[in-house]
T-cell receptor, first 116, second 114 residues
């Protein structure tokens, strides 16, 4: 079974440009999360989708960040315009909660964003 | 969401048992304790989860005292490949509609040497 896949693995852009990160969750997982780690800081929650709906976007830093999950399958996270402080690693995770599992999150390998 | 505190780093040698303790004084009644492992350039990976007493799987054991204000992850006979950051998190995984967002702390960097 394929795990959570993220694309691109690394993106280098200049300040002011736009970048779109993509996440393909594990097939059948309704829950999709975005996290990020900026340099020297802890991994921080950004937002949570349940299918195509945003359940919680309390961690989104500002309106330069836009996340979508049309059709409830893959998700994109767009940063426009990118700023230097947006550099970091963006992780996507998915899960499918039921009464018989642990609710664990399955993480992708992350997309490293470097803004110059 | 309860915060956790754990050592920043630990050193060990191959073949030793490693115990990483985490404190979570404000854990809520519905919260479980979950540990994740993260290797460089990878996302965190679930290791083990428990609510109380002891849980064991093929990778690790998790010890949780009666007051649940702390927990200890035990890795038996570590190898070089166990060098990673280990995160202790608390939360309600069966959230019943609320967001199961994880609050990551600094984690513990375990360095296993030959």
């Amino acid at each position: 079974e394929a795990g959570v896949t993220q694309f691109p693995s690394h993106s280098v852009i200049e300040k002011g440009q736009t970048v779109t990160l993509r996440c393909d969750p594990i097939s059948g997982h309704d829950n999709l999360y975005w996290y990020r780690r900026v340099m020297g800081k802890e991994i921080k929650f950004l937002l949570h989708f349940v299918k195509e709906s945003k359940q919680d976007e309390s961690g989104m830093p500002n309106n330069r960040f836009l996340a979508e999950r049309t059709g409830g399958t893959y998700s994109t996270l767009k940063v426009q315009p990118a700023e230097l402080e947006d550099s970091g690693v963006y992780f996507c995770a998915s899960s499918q909660v039921s009464s018989s599992n642990t609710g664990e999150l399955f993480f992708g390998e992350g997309s490293r964003l470097t803004v110059l | 969401l309860a915060k956790t505190t754990q050592p920043i780093s630990m050193d060990s040698y191959e073949g030793q048992e490693v115990n990483i303790t985490c404190s979570h004084n404000n854990i809520a009644t519905n919260d479980y304790i979950t540990w994740y492992q993260q290797f460089p350039s990878q996302g965190p990976r679930f290791i083990i989860q428990g609510y109380k007493t002891k849980v064991t799987n093929e990778v690790a054991s998790l010890f949780i005292p009666a007051d649940r204000k702390s927990s200890t992850l035990s890795l038996p006979r570590v190898s070089l490949s166990d060098t990673a950051v280990y995160y202790c998190l608390v939360g309600d995984p069966l959230y019943g509609g609320a967001t199961n967002k994880l609050i990551f702390g600094t984690g513990t960097l375990l360095a296993v040497q030959p």
